[in-house]
């Protein structure tokens, strides 16, 4: 599709207004690395680009209230999240899966926002994101709407978003936090791609332990749509000894992976399983075939 119109919103209220007119002709662009691709290979239905680029200013924040949310703004880039301070403070593991994504270059163009959107089952943000029980707000001229980002995402490319809105934030929760001064007892996001640097993931997975010492987990691109897993949490949460063959059962039951050119389904449940256990051993908890051999 050959791209008709090109406008710069210069605020949330001029590009809200835009969308409000002609909601469904725009296609918004932040950092572009997703979208201009997209646009190049023909991908995109619309003809006319919204580029929030200079919202910047207004959805750039990254800040912690008064009762210890952190709220990270919609075009805070990669970059920005691994450089800060709040968030290397009390929630370091999103720092570990911002700086898995992409090069240098895409880390510092591509945002959080972006990533939710793409809506892709490998984006890296997004399991921390959702095994921390982060919540999107949107908003439109007609003000604005919160939901839990696990119900916002509904599968590859397709999210809850209305035509005439805009993501403006992402909530975290104080009580999911974790710390750096003790990260590798709380939390970890790991991924595996084709290749050490600069990869898309074969399957990633985000383990984040919460105020009440329990474990939560999400997989990444290994279901169409990443959702908490909830057999796998019940059983780190409960089994009084873990053991690998028991856990690769319930990572089974939590994902869907297919088979494609980069690995097959089989194996993608393979290194989920494996990575899991990674990261609980790191966080203290014992297998029984500690020494790695277990079911896979
Ligand atoms: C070479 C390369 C490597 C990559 N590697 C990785 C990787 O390792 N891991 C990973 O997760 N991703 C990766 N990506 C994908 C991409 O870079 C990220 O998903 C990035 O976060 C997208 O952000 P963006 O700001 O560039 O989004 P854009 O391309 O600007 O937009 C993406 C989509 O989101 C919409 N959108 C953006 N902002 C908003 C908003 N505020 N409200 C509503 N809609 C909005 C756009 O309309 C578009 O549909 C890679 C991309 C490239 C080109």
Redesign the pocket.
């Known amino acids: 599709m050959k791209v008709n119109e090109y406008k710069m919103a210069s605020s949330i209220e001029e590009a809200l207004t835009t969308l409000a007119t002609s909601p469904t002709e725009y ?12 646009f190049r290979d023909n991908l ?1 239905k619309e003809d006319k680009i919204l580029d ?1 680029t200079l ?1 910047k200013a207004e ?1 750039g924040f990254i800040t912690m209230d008064e009762t210890g949310a952190l709220h990270i703004g ?2 805070a ?2 970059q920005e999240i691994v450089e800060n301070e709040i968030i290397k403070e009390h929630f370091s593991v999103l720092q570990d899966a911002c700086r ?4 240098i270059q ?1 880390k510092n ?10 809506a ?1 089952p ?5 399991p921390v994101l959702i095994a921390a029980d982060a919540e999107v707000i949107l908003i439109s001229v007609g003000g604005e709407r919160r939901m839990l980002l696990e119900d916002f995402l509904l599968g590859p490319g397709k999210t809850a ?1 209305k035509s005439d ?4 934030e992402i909530v975290l929760p104080k009580v999911y936090h974790v710390s750096r001064s003790n990260v590798k007892y709380e939390g970890q996001y790991r991924k595996l ?1 084709g290749r050490k640097a ?4 074969i399957a990633s997975v985000a383990v984040l332990k919460d105020h009440e010492n329990k474990i939560r987990v999400a997989y990444g691109a290994l279901s169409p749509r990443i959702q908490r897993a909830s057999a796998v949490e019940d059983y780190v949460n409960s089994a009084a000894e873990l053991d690998m063959d028991s856990l690769y059962q319930v990572v089974e039951k939590c994902v869907n992976p297919l088979s494609d050119v980069r690995a097959s389904a089989e194996y993608r449940k393979k290194v989920a399983a494996n990575l899991t256990r990674m990261i609980l051993m790191q966080m203290r908890y014992d297998f029984k075939d500690e020494s790695g051999e277990g079911g896979c």
Request: proline share 2%; charged share 15%.
């Open positions: 296609r918004m662009l932040a950092g572009g690395t997703d979208v201009l691709p997209r995109i929030l919202l959805l919609a075009m880039t990669h898995t994504v992409g090069s895409i163009r591509g945002t959080i926002g972006g990533n939710i959107m793409n892709s490998a984006g890296d943000a997004l978003i809105e805009i993501l403006k791609g600069l990869t898309i993931s």
